[in-house]
Every structure is written in C-alpha cells, then in structure tokens.
C-alpha cells in the first residue's frame, strides 16, 4: 500500500504524504475476504482498522443471536484503535468481511504515537471524549435495559400472581370439600343408604349443573334463602355451607323435597354429599382456568423472548405483537382501551423475532406514556405491495414537528430526568432500517400521533 492509496480518502484530509507514510511503514494492508473475520467481539483492541475499498459488516453476539450493529461500507471508515487511549480497550463487535477489499491495520501504539506527534491537542481531546462518551452510553443503556427488565418483571409477576393466588385458594377450599365429602359418604353408609337410593340420589345430582345464564346476585341469594329455609325446617344443619352450591347449581326447594322422599333420615348427609360434589366441581374448574391462564402467560413470554428458538423465523407479526400486549398488561388494563384491526390478508414474513418484539414493547410503552396511561391505543396490520405495514395510533395530545424530527436521535427523550433515555426510537429504528431493510416513521396530528412500521417479507442478508 502506498500514500496514493490513501491521499483521496477524507479521513486523512490534512495529513501530509511524508506523515502518511509514516503510518503506513508502522502498518500492515490486509485483504477482506467475504464471510472472514478481521477482529472478535471481546479481543483487546489492539489495531485500528481502516477501511480502503471493500465492505465489513460488524455484528455482535446478543443472546443466542449473532447482531448486525453496523455497515463500514465507505471508504475512510473504521474500527478499534480503543488501546491507543484505554489500556482496557477491547472490540464491541466482531468485523466480518461482505465484499472483497482492502484494510490498513494500524497497531494502536503506532496510533497513538502518530496522533501525539501530530496533533498532540487532538490526542488529549480524543481520550477526554472517547472516555466521556463511552462512560455516559454504557450507563444509559444499562440503566434503559434495567428499568425495561424490571418494568416486565413486575407486570409479569403481578399477571401471573392473580391465577396463582386464585390457584391456591381453590385448592385450599377443594381440601375441605373432600373432608366433607368422604364425611358425608361415611355418615350415608351409617344410615344403611341401599344401593338403589344411592343411585337415585346421584341421578337426582346429575340433573343439576351451572346455571345457563348469569343470574342476578339478588335473585341468587333469594335462592339460597328459600333452600336455607327448608334446610331448617327439615332439621338440616350447616346449611351456610349446603345452600350456596346447590342455589348456584340451579338446584330449588322442589328438588330437594324430591332428596328427602328418596333418601328419607339420611337427607342431611345426602345433600351435604350432593353440595360437596358441586363445590369440588366448581373448584376444579377454578383451578383449570387459574393454571391455564399460568400457561398462557408462561407460553407468551415463551414467544416473547423467543426463546430455544433459531435467530431468524418464519413468524406471524400479529403473535409478537399479542404477546408483547400480555407482556405490557399491567399497563393497559385501566384507562387504556386496545383496539385491534389485524388484516386476515398479512402474510407471515422471515425476521428476527425478538428484535421485533422490542421494537413493539418501545413504541407500545411510548403510546401509553404519551397518553398518560388513559386513552385508546389502535393496531392494525395490513400489506401493501410486497410489504407489511404495522401501525401504532395512540390519542395522546401529538407531538411537536421538532419533536418528531429529532425523535429517532440516540438520547433524545422529552420525558422527565429519570424516566426516559431517549434509546427506544433509536433501538426501534436499528432494528427495522438495518436488521430488517424496512422504515419506521412518524405521522403526527393534534391529539393523535401514529407510528407506521414496514417491513419486507424477508429482511436483507446479514
């Protein structure tokens, strides 16, 4: 490599052939292969790498996806070099060769030494600011990545408490059911209950079953009073624990006549055994709906995270965007109404599924905060040409045109010190414009502001 190689690239604007050659004689020219590494995410920064022709994608290692961060696709570009200013420096991404080329690898003591030499002001301002800036970042996103992970971890603990507390009363209640169940049983068998009575009695249970429709509480407790009533007047105790079940079964003072001609002494254990069964039922079903609402919820932060799945699928956006709305439900459930226009015409699409899942938990969380937690939040997913659109339209009061023009810039936030980074937008948009090869905009009005998505059908090759 020679000083001609480099004098038309604007990076060295202003450096002279003779120091041009000085960086070259202490470098080393490499050529990009496609699908070759250069440098590992991880690996001290011991070079500084700059682009001469050619293209180097850098990606990173998040979870269990290898990341597309970014594209060094002009020449002039470059990475690394940290050692020259930060004796801990080490790379933040992996360099892989896209197309055939050329890099200069300059060892960060050479760096640093020509730097120092030359622009020994420069050197000084590069290691403040580098230091700075890196500080600052570091701590922003940790602390936006916290504050997300604890928001979800507290919503999602407050969903699944509800049907796991439900759970354990139900299941505390059935333990008592079957102790008065089996005592019942055992008190039957005391009367010499025959067989054939035995069986008209569960005949006569059979007959009843959940009522058809809602019944209005009054009507209800007037049931039970009236079942209460005969209870006492036939000599039936605990009738606070028989009348309920069988009022809320459907179960009425003819019926139980019908009990007390079958079974004659024994109607106490036998409707005690009848009001035992139903309550057993009941709770039975409550635990059912409690533990499938658990499974739900374990099943949609299952599809959330995407976990012990491969990094780009054949998914249905419409499934991300639902089980981010189950991961966000403690936001939505009081003043905020969900209104759904999913196309039946939208077809699944090839993408990083949960890169895509915090592109909708970012502009979802937004439209909640700039609605102040009270308002109507619409969905809708459509196709347009060979694109999906995905739109967020949230009744808030809009937002400014200068606030929208700077709203996709990395630390621009205009909530309060402490409740925003100004990260969400610009995450959003890496994630749709350069993992994904679509756009993400904003359409603003007074007092509605809509965030539009659209997305390829399959995102471009990483």
């Known amino acids: 490599m020679n000083v001609d190689d480099l004098r038309g690239i604007a990076l060295f604007a202003?450096?002279?052939?003779?120091?041009l050659a000085e960086l070259i004689d202490g470098s080393?020219?490499?050529?990009?292969?496609?699908?070759?590494d250069l440098f590992h995410e991880g690996e001290p920064a011991d070079f500084w790498w700059v682009l001469v022709d050619g293209a180097i994608a850098l990606h990173r290692k998040i979870g269990r996806e290898d990341t597309v961060m970014a594209k060094i696709d002009v020449p002039g570009r470059w990475a690394g070099g940290f050692r020259a200013w930060d004796e801990h420096g080490v790379y933040l991404a992996s360099g892989r060769g896209v197309t055939e080329g050329r890099v200069l690898r300059v060892p960060a003591e050479v760096l640093r030494d020509r730097v120092d030499a030359w622009f020994p002001l420069g050197g000084h301002l590069i290691k403040g600011v580098y230091g700075t800036a890196r500080a600052i970042e570091s701590t922003a996103r940790q602390r936006d990545a916290l504050i997300t992970l604890g928001t979800l971890a507290a919503g999602l603990a407050h969903e699944?408490?509800?049907?796991?507390?439900?759970?354990?009363?139900?299941?505390?209640?059935?333990?008592?059911?079957?102790?008065?169940?089996?005592s019942a049983l055992r008190r039957l068998a005391d009367g010499e209950v025959t067989a054939t009575q035995f069986g008209a009695l569960d005949d006569l249970r059979r007959e009843l079953g959940a009522r058809a429709t809602v019944t209005d509480p009054v009507d209800l407790a007037d049931d039970e009073n009236k079942i209460s009533d005969w209870l006492d007047a036939h000599g039936v105790g605990q009738d606070w624990l028989i009348a309920p079940p069988l009022a809320a079964a459907g179960a009425g003072v003819e019926w139980c006549d019908r009990v007390a001609v079958v079974l004659g002494d024994a109607v106490e254990p036998g409707l005690e055994w009848v009001a035992s069964t139903l309550s057993a039922a009941t709770l039975l079903g409550e635990v059912k709906e409690s533990t499938r609402r658990i499974t739900e919820l374990v099943a949609a932060v299952r599809s959330y995270s995407q976990m012990d799945r491969g990094s780009i699928q054949t998914i249905d956006v419409t499934e991300g965007i639902e089980s981010t709305l189950v991961m966000l439900g403690h936001k939505l459930r009081d003043g905020i109404e969900v209104i759904r226009s999913y196309g039946a015409d939208v077809p699944r699409i090839d993408a990083f599924a949960g890169?895509?899942?915090?592109v909708w938990t970012n502009l979802i969380d937004n439209a909640v905060?700039?609605?102040?937690?009270?308002?109507?939040?619409?969905?809708?997913?459509?196709?347009?040409?060979?694109?999906?659109?995905?739109?967020?339209?949230?009744?808030?009061p809009g937002m400014p045109a200068d606030v929208a023009a700077r709203a996709f810039e990395p630390f621009y936030t205009t909530k309060d010190v402490g409740k925003g980074t100004g990260l969400g937008l610009d995450i959003a948009q890496r994630i749709v414009a350069d993992h994904?090869?679509?756009?993400?905009?904003?359409?603003?009005?007074?007092?509605?502001?809509?965030?539009?998505?659209?997305?390829?059908?399959q995102p471009p090759a990483r």
Not at 28 to 36: A, Q
Not at 160 to 182: G, Q, Y
Not at 370 to 395: H, Q, W, Y
Not at 438 to 452: A, D, F, K, N, V
């Open 14 to 19: 202003g450096v002279t052939d003779d120091q």
């Open 28 to 36: 080393t020219e490499l050529p990009i292969e496609p699908g070759v």
């Open 160 to 182: 699944i408490n509800n049907p796991a507390a439900a759970a354990a009363r139900s299941v505390s209640a059935l333990d008592t059911a079957c102790v008065s169940l089996l």
């Open 355 to 358: 890169e895509l899942n915090q």
């Open 369 to 396: 905060d700039a609605m102040n937690g009270a308002g109507t939040l619409r969905i809708s997913t459509r196709t347009d040409g060979d694109r999906i659109v995905v739109e967020f339209t949230d009744t808030g």
């Open 436 to 457: 994904h090869g679509g756009t993400i905009t904003i359409t603003c009005h007074p007092g509605e502001t809509t965030l539009q998505v659209r997305l390829p059908r």
